[in-house]
């Protein structure tokens, strides 16, 4: 991340413009949930324990969530486990399929219910270490979108750091044409060296309607 970045992310949490974004598209993820119901599809990618697969799944809508951290989804199976709507795969979304090294937290075992937000593919990713972490399953994620062969009303993208090649990846293939909404955290403050390639991303999508993306998931 070049210094201009780094500053003008500190002023946009100085002034709090970073915090109205966020805001704001909360908002625009709970107008489309209210838009949602049975016969539509949702997927959320990092689901963790499932607050927002739960949330989707409530609209009545299919959901699918991907969590591959093993205890986040033994957390997310039990917080979904009746909703015969959702369906959870313990795997990471990714551009390719495979099996890769979820990273930890140093002290993932003092709270890992806290820090299983943080695991990431990424080994770089700030707080976490290569001395921590557990292999999981990888599914390519535009191949998993081609074979569901259905439109898919919003996604929620919360990856740690490895949106940037799922969406590069999806963004380059038709089956985008597919997706209405997507919401996405970006991560380039704990992975530097992603910050070009988010800022392209960002210009990319920039006033695109179909899937409309906006990158200022919390």
Request: glycine share 6%; net charge negative; proline share 3%.
């Amino acid at each position: 991340m070049s210094l201009s970045q780094t500053l003008a992310h500190h002023w946009r949490n100085v002034t709090g413009q970073k915090a109205a974004a966020q805001a704001r598209a909360q908002a625009a993820f709970d107008a489309v949930c209210a838009a949602m119901g049975p016969g539509d599809l949702a997927i959320d990618l990092g689901a963790n324990r499932g607050l927002f697969t739960t949330k989707l799944a409530k609209t009545g809508a299919d959901v699918v969530a991907f969590e591959p951290d093993p205890h986040a989804f033994a957390a997310l199976s039990k917080a979904v486990a009746g909703m015969e709507n959702v369906r959870c795969l313990n795997a990471a979304a990714a551009a390719k399929a495979g099996t890769m090294t979820l990273y930890r937290t140093a002290d993932f075992d003092r709270d890992p219910d806290r820090h299983s937000t943080s695991s990431s593919l990424v080994a770089d990713k700030r707080n976490v270490t290569a001395a921590a972490g557990v292999e999981v399953d990888v599914i390519d994620f535009v191949a998993f979108l081609e074979a569901e062969d259905r439109d898919v009303a919003v996604m929620k993208v919360d990856i740690e750091g490895a949106e940037v090649d799922l969406m590069e990846a999806l963004l380059d293939h038709p089956v985008a044409d597919r997706v209405g909404h997507i919401f996405v955290e970006t991560h380039e403050r704990a992975i530097p060296r992603l910050a070009e390639r988010t800022a392209a991303l960002k210009a990319r999508t920039a006033g695109q309607s179909h899937p409309a993306v906006n990158w200022d998931w919390h």
